[in-house]
Structures are given as C-alpha cells and as structure tokens.
C-alpha cells in the first residue's frame, strides 16, 4: 500500500563534520541515487526548542546546511530538499499527534532528559513534545523508511506507536504506515580523532580535532597527520585491532571514504607504521572532502539561489504533505 519513500531530517546547527557525511549525508545521496523516493528536510523548527542562534544565525545555518547537502551530490531533481518552517503541514499535523501521544509514553523519552538535564521545569514545552513534531514530519509524507543515527531509535518508536494508535483510535487501519528506521551502523560511526570513545560531534566546540566540511585540502591532511593514535603499527588483520579504538577509528574512516569495507583496508595496510598509513589516508580523505568544502563555498556566495532551490523544495514537500493532511482531517471529521 505505501510506496518505499525515505525521510530524514537533520537540524542546522551549523559546522557540518566528517560525522555527519559519512553517518547521515552521504547514505542519503547513495539511497537518492538508488531507487527510493527521498525527501530531506532541514528541521528548522526543531532548532528552536533549546535556544535561537539569532535571525541571521538561523537564515545562515539553514543556507549552510543545504549548501552542504548540495555539494555532497544532492540533486534537487531526485530528492525533495526543503526547510520545516516551510511547509505549515507538519506543525498542523504534530498538534494532533500531541493529542494522540500519553505523557507516559513523552516521559520515556532518554533524549529529553539528556538535553534537558537537571533543569526539565526550565526546559520548552517544545523541547518536550519535540518527539511529536518528529513523528509529523515523517509520517505527514506517509514516509516507510527513516535513515538516522542510534539515538534516534526511540523517537522512531514512539512515532511508529503514534501512528498506531492514530489509526486504530480513529478507525483508519493502515492510513499511516509504521515506518522503519534504518540505524546508522558502526561502520559509519565517525570517533572523535583525539579520543575513539568519543564520536565526532560538533557539541564538543573544544575539540579541534574534527574535520569540518568546510575544511581545506591543508587543513584535512593536518588533522589527519595529527590524529592520536598508539605507537604500534598496524595489526595484520581487523581482529587485532579490537583494543585500539584510535587505530580501528581511521581504518573504518578509510574503509568509508574508499567504500571498501574494513576488512579490505586491512588486507591492504595490514602491518603498516602509521607514518605510512597516515598519509594514505590523507590522500583519500582530501580527494574525496576537499571538493565539498569548495562546492559550499560556492553555493554559499549566491545565498538567493540556495533559496530559490528550498523554496522549490517546499512547494514539491506541500504538494505531497497537504493531501495526506486532508485526509487527517477528514479521517476525523474536520
Ligand atoms: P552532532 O552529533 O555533531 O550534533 P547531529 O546530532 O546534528 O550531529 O547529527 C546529524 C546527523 O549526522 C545524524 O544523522 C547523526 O546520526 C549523524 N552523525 C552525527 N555525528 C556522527 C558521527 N560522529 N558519526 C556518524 N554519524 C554521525
Ligand atoms: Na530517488
């Protein structure tokens, strides 16, 4: 009944890394150029629910964030790319979903706690129903499939619990479909290049080690060539390196930008210093990054065709979402 059709959503929050590409961005240019109908969205809304950057930070990181979807291979022609403030229909659609979501189910949700730490009385009420939020913008486009990071599972849970009792409580069986979330593996999960028990984030503002896409050739191979890393060369095989979380860091970030598979790189550079390593590596990573970072730039000096290209994005996005959001409405008697 429902077609195989991709969501996902990232927030701007500006400085886009080497995380994001090989974790999020990338996987959504291979499944745009593979088949599955994909709809990206830059959740703007959802950038508002722990502080505002401020309208000329808000306008700059959601320019920021498309120029860099655009420059890793996003093709406005394949995929539908849009900003959340755009298309009224997902907070139309989220204020139901408040209504069909329990408190019980909202108090579970781990990553409310965690962002709102000690201080939940002081927290948004957005901050809170975010989650609801998130189950509209995915299911206003009846989407099937929703490529994110582990963190999000329970968000796709719940959303897959709204949908449920959506359908069931206003007897409309199978009108949102349940949608799978396809979990980021650790294959793609980027570590941070001075501490592997850390994943490269851009949360952690003093750790000057992460490779930004924005970076230039000169300063991707620094970052390489500086990388921490243990005194012995590599293992001949993956298995050795089981207890080196630095070392199997960078064979998994190879393994990515090569798109080989771990076990490959090893049977390459098995044995190997990592002066030697290194500088393979920063070979690879510039010839694949160091583009991106001259495309952004690029789009990022004509900000009015950025637009144009989300505004266009927003009429193909409404043009998809307001007619399952009739039906909402009509389901329910409005
Ligand atoms: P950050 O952790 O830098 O704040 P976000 O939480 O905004 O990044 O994540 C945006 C997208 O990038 C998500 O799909 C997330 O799973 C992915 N992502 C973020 N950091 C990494 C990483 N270190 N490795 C792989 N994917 C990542
Ligand atoms: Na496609």
């Not at 929050?13 to 999020?24: E, Q, S, V």
């Not at 655009?70 to 139901?96: R, Y």
């Not at 210093?273 to 004509?302: N, Q």
């Amino acid at each position: 009944q429902h077609a195989r059709r991709v969501f996902s959503g990232v927030q701007p929050t500006g400085d886009l890394h080497l995380g994001n590409y090989l974790g999020a961005v990338k996987r959504f240019v291979e499944m745009q150029n593979n088949d599955w109908e994909t709809i990206y969205c830059i959740v703007d809304l959802h950038a508002i629910t722990v502080s505002w950057p401020g309208r000329e930070g808000m306008t700059a990181a959601t320019r920021e964030l498309a120029a860099a979807f655009l420059a890793c291979g996003m093709d406005p022609e394949k995929s539908v790319l849009f900003n959340q403030s755009q298309v009224p229909a997902h907070t139309q659609l989220a204020w139901i979903f408040s209504c069909v979501a329990r408190l019980g189910w909202m108090n579970r949700m781990t990553q409310f706690k965690d962002k709102a730490g000690k201080n939940a009385e002081r927290s948004s009420l957005g901050l809170y129903a975010y989650p609801a939020l998130q189950a509209a913008d995915i299911l206003v486009y009846h989407a099937t499939h929703v490529p994110v990071g582990e963190d999000q599972r329970q968000h796709i849970e719940l959303t897959r619990d709204i949908a449920t009792k959506f359908n069931l409580d206003f007897g409309a069986e199978n009108f949102f479909p349940l949608p799978e979330p396809m979990i980021e593996g650790v294959a793609t999960r980027v570590m941070s290049l001075r501490d592997g028990s850390k994943k490269m984030s851009k949360s952690d503002p003093s750790d000057q080690s992460r490779i930004n896409l924005t970076d230039d050739a000169d300063t991707i191979a620094k970052k390489i060539r500086k990388a921490k890393t243990d005194p012995e060369p590599l293992s001949e095989t993956l298995e050795g390196l089981e207890e080196r979380p630095e070392a199997l860091n960078l064979v998994r970030i190879y393994a990515a930008l090569a798109e080989t598979t771990p076990e490959q790189v090893m049977a390459e550079h098995g044995g190997a210093s990592f002066s030697t390593f290194k500088p393979a590596l920063a070979d690879l990573a510039v010839a694949k990054l160091a583009h991106i970072g001259e495309e952004m730039r690029r789009y990022l000096a004509d900000p009015a065709e950025i637009d144009r290209v989300l505004g266009k994005g927003a009429e193909k996005a409404a043009a998809i979402a307001d007619p399952i959001l009739a039906r909402t409405y009509d389901i329910i008697g409005y």
